[in-house]
């Protein structure tokens, strides 16, 4: 089969498109043919090496869509399915043509959503639900604040948020992003670069949950935030470091929350799905290109003008 990968740390050019051996699923696995996958901030970091992989060479891809092989553990061959856990694959990650997965880390993939959609939908679909529900417990009513909109994680979230009847507060660089922001259900958005996002919070008292994806914005997640607010940290787009008034944050009693590894429930996941075939969901995707443009997307996203997800795609 064809994958991409990198056997050295280095920038997008170490991304290789070569030839490997098929792998053999076990009995607990089903094989999967992999049509579509996305580009996340840390195959970036993965193929710099300022997030080290456990042996090279290494085929990065956190999520896959494709088709089943072969009858195995329930699912049946040509069934249309996603696993947002790709990167424990036989196999390979996503960037594979084909991978081995636990049946237990599988959805099946609803009838009117494709393979782009289901790979846009999939990782980030399954952290923005974690932190917004299974740990930051967002209610109706409450207000959140949304860093890196724009984001795959960002958009998804937005849209989600929305359809519990939380209100919506958006960060954004770019009066570009700002309008496809506002058009997927944000209530407010907040150009960091022109205006205090902690300012903007006190202007409606404040936020009841931030999901922070910047990291080095945690100060200002706190100022944003209500009296016994809620921060989850999920990503660190802004770096790994952070300096808080550990003052600020105790006399304001919010609860700062590092959930670790953001991945909600298969069943979670499905529904999220099911959202997408009927339309009320919008994975937002800013393009689609070869697998073995691998490098060329990977330039794309370090740019920071990326709308949504790019997604790769097999066989084409």
Same mark, same amino acid.
């Given at each position: 089969m064809?994958? *991409?990968? #990198?056997?050295q740390?280095?920038?997008?050019e170490?991304l290789?498109?070569v030839?490997?051996?098929d792998?053999?699923a076990? %009995?607990?696995e089903?094989?999967?043919?992999v049509k579509?996958?996305t580009?996340n901030?840390?195959?970036? #970091?993965?193929?710099?090496g300022s997030r080290?992989?456990?042996?090279?060479p290494?085929? %990065?891809?956190?999520?896959?869509? &494709?088709?089943?092989?072969?009858d195995s553990?329930g #699912?049946? =061959?040509?069934?249309?399915?996603?696993t947002?856990r790709a990167?424990?694959?036989?196999?390979?990650?996503?960037?594979?043509?084909?991978i081995?997965v636990p =049946?237990?880390d599988?959805?099946?993939?609803p009838? $009117?959503?494709?393979?782009?959609?289901a790979a846009?939908a999939?990782?980030?679909?399954?952290t923005?639900?974690?932190g917004?529900f299974d740990?930051?417990?967002?209610?109706e009513?409450e207000?959140?604040l949304?860093?890196?909109?724009?984001s795959?994680? &960002?958009?998804?979230?937005?849209q989600?948020a929305?359809?519990?009847?939380a209100?919506v507060?958006a960060?954004?660089?770019?009066e570009?992003?700002?309008?496809e922001?506002r058009r997927? $259900?944000?209530?407010m958005v907040?150009?960091?670069?022109?205006q205090?996002i902690a300012?903007a919070?006190?202007t409606?008292?404040g936020v009841?949950?931030?999901l922070e994806? *910047?990291?080095?914005t945690l100060?200002e997640s706190?100022?944003?935030?209500?009296?016994e607010?809620?921060?989850v940290l999920? $990503?660190?787009l $802004?770096g790994?470091k952070?300096t808080v008034d550990?003052?600020s944050?105790?006399?304001?009693?919010?609860?700062?929350?590092?959930p &670790?590894?953001m991945?909600?429930? %298969?069943a979670?996941?499905?529904?999220?799905?099911g959202l997408v075939?009927?339309?009320?969901v919008?994975?937002v995707i800013?393009? *689609?290109? %070869?697998v073995e443009?691998a490098?060329?997307a990977?330039?794309?996203?370090a740019d920071?003008?990326v709308i949504?997800k790019i *997604?790769l795609v097999?066989?084409?």
């Amino acid at each position: 089969m064809k994958a *991409v990968q #990198f056997s050295q740390y280095g920038g997008p050019e170490v991304l290789h498109a070569v030839e490997v051996p098929d792998p053999i699923a076990t %009995p607990e696995e089903v094989l999967i043919d992999v049509k579509a996958t996305t580009v996340n901030h840390l195959d970036l #970091f993965q193929r710099d090496g300022s997030r080290p992989v456990p042996r090279l060479p290494f085929t %990065p891809g956190l999520e896959a869509a &494709g088709v089943v092989v072969s009858d195995s553990q329930g #699912f049946h =061959a040509g069934e249309h399915v996603l696993t947002t856990r790709a990167a424990g694959a036989r196999g390979g990650g996503g960037y594979a043509g084909r991978i081995a997965v636990p =049946a237990r880390d599988l959805v099946r993939i609803p009838e $009117g959503v494709s393979f782009e959609e289901a790979a846009a939908a999939g990782l980030t679909a399954s952290t923005a639900w974690t932190g917004l529900f299974d740990v930051g417990q967002l209610r109706e009513g409450e207000r959140v604040l949304i860093w890196a909109a724009s984001s795959g994680v &960002g958009s998804i979230a937005i849209q989600l948020a929305r359809q519990v009847g939380a209100w919506v507060m958006a960060t954004t660089g770019s009066e570009h992003k700002a309008e496809e922001l506002r058009r997927l $259900g944000a209530d407010m958005v907040v150009n960091y670069k022109q205006q205090s996002i902690a300012e903007a919070a006190r202007t409606v008292n404040g936020v009841n949950l931030v999901l922070e994806l *910047v990291g080095s914005t945690l100060q200002e997640s706190i100022d944003a935030c209500a009296p016994e607010g809620r921060v989850v940290l999920i $990503g660190n787009l $802004g770096g790994q470091k952070a300096t808080v008034d550990t003052q600020s944050w105790r006399l304001k009693r919010v609860n700062v929350l590092g959930p &670790g590894l953001m991945h909600t429930t %298969p069943a979670n996941e499905e529904h999220v799905l099911g959202l997408v075939a009927k339309k009320i969901v919008q994975p937002v995707i800013a393009d *689609v290109l %070869p697998v073995e443009q691998a490098a060329e997307a990977h330039r794309r996203l370090a740019d920071h003008e990326v709308i949504g997800k790019i *997604v790769l795609v097999h066989g084409t």
